[in-house]
């Protein structure tokens, strides 16, 4: 089993800046990437970023690409995901997941955070 917390959103003018932490715990050493999802209101999920837990790989999507940044703690089992820039279509719930493969596609992820809320006002 693997839990995942994530923490750090909140209400935001655009153009501001908002970090993300996503604290994994329990069976992780088989994992070997975390990702970042949203989910805006009446739309479906999707893939925000992702970075390896060892090689420190990442990934973005191209909407994010310039903004967001994604980073590892290993000692403390924690992903960042610094928002820069942001703006009002950023407004969503962000989820953080875990994954052993496919680091971008949201059908690999394993387990899911409770996810955190980010609102970026206009």
């Known amino acids: 089993q693997v839990q995942l917390a994530e923490s750090g959103g909140g209400l935001v003018q655009t153009g501001g800046s908002l970090r993300l932490s996503c604290a994994a715990s329990g069976r992780t050493f088989s994992y070997y990437y975390i990702g970042w999802f949203r989910q805006a209101p009446g739309k479906e999920r999707e893939f925000v970023a992702a970075?390896?837990?060892?090689?420190?790989?990442?990934y973005y999507a191209d909407s994010v690409k310039g903004r967001f940044t994604i980073s590892r703690d290993n000692a403390k089992k924690t992903v960042y995901l610094q928002m820069n820039s942001l703006k009002p279509e950023d407004t969503a719930v962000y989820y953080c997941?875990?994954?052993?493969?496919?680091?971008?596609?949201?059908?690999?992820?394993?387990?899911w955070g409770q996810g955190t809320q980010v609102t970026v006002s206009s």
């Open positions: 970075i390896s837990w060892s090689g420190g790989s990442t």
């Open positions: 997941a875990i994954t052993r493969d496919r680091p971008t596609y949201e059908s690999a992820y394993d387990y």
